[in-house]
Nanobody
Framework: QVQLVESGGGSVQAGGSLILSCVAS????????RSWFRQAPGKEREFVATISSNGGSKYYADSVKGRFTISRDNVKKTVYLYLNNLTPEDTAVYYC???????????????WGQGTQVSVSS
């Protein structure tokens, strides 16, 4: 078992920035590949970014490429998501996820965090 706890969400104006954190506790899953997904009201949960166990590989959704950056610190068992140049379309609950692979589909996810709200106003 692993617990994932997100933090760092909030309300910003368009063009602003936020840093999300996801701390893992528990088993060896804490150093497994980790992903971020998001879910806007009335929409399905969608992939945002993923990072390999050692941080050497990263993939991003086209909608966030060039604006968001994912990184990890395995000593702290923490994965970060740097959100820059935010737009109202980025408004959603952001979820941290752990999986056996670099999950880009919700069906690949084994553990979910509780989510953190990001709200961007125009």
């Amino acid at each position: 078992q692993v617990q994932l706890v997100e933090s760092g969400g909030g309300s910003v104006q368009a063009g602003g920035s936020l840093i999300l954190s996801c701390v893992a506790s528990g088993s060896t899953f804490s150093t497994h590949p980790r992903s971020w997904f998001r879910q806007a009201p009335g929409k399905e949960r969608e992939f945002v970014a993923t990072i390999s166990s050692n941080g050497g590989s990263k993939y991003y959704a086209d909608s966030v490429k060039g604006r968001f950056t994912i990184s990890r610190d395995n000593v702290k068992k923490t994965v970060y998501l740097y959100l820059n140049n935010l737009t109202p379309e980025d408004t959603a609950v952001y979820y941290c996820a752990a999986a056996h692979t670099m999950a880009r589909n919700v069906r690949e996810v084994v553990f979910w965090g509780q989510g953190t709200q990001v709200s961007v106003s125009s």
